[in-house]
């Protein structure tokens, strides 16, 4: 299994990243796929979750209504919109897969992606 995250980069506070993860190895629409990130001296967090259906979605309350997650099953791609960025958005973020509906706990997700550096400057 292989989750493969890019689309991260260096942006302005204000701005926007479009984050996507491709899949492989798995059969992906057996899986919630989720994103997490790491900040500098901080602990994972959990940032999105969608489920295999992309029917339903869960945010954490410190990205919601500037982050969106979406998937294409086709494509065995989930995508993270990250649009009104802050400072505080800087971090590694992960994609990760597991077959617990929309949760937040990362050791339910069995699968992760090797991180892409997401820098929001001031």
């Known amino acids: 299994v292989q989750l493969q995250a890019s689309g991260g980069g260096l942006v302005q506070a204000g701005g926007s990243l479009r984050l996507s993860c491709a899949a492989s190895g798995l059969i992906f629409t057996s899986y919630d796929m989720g994103w997490f990130r790491q900040a500098p001296g901080k602990e994972r967090e959990f940032v999105a979750t969608i489920s295999w259906s992309a029917g339903s979605t869960y945010y954490a309350d410190s990205v919601k209504g500037r982050f969106t997650i979406s998937r294409d099953n086709a494509k065995k791609k989930v995508y993270l919109q990250m649009n009104s960025m802050k400072p505080e958005d800087t971090a590694v973020y992960y994609c990760?897969?597991?077959?617990?509906?929309?949760?937040?706990?990362?050791?339910?997700?069995?699968?992760w992606g090797q991180g892409t550096q997401v820098t929001v400057s001031s």
């Open positions: 990760a897969a597991g077959p617990w509906l929309l949760t937040t706990m990362s050791p339910r997700y069995d699968f």
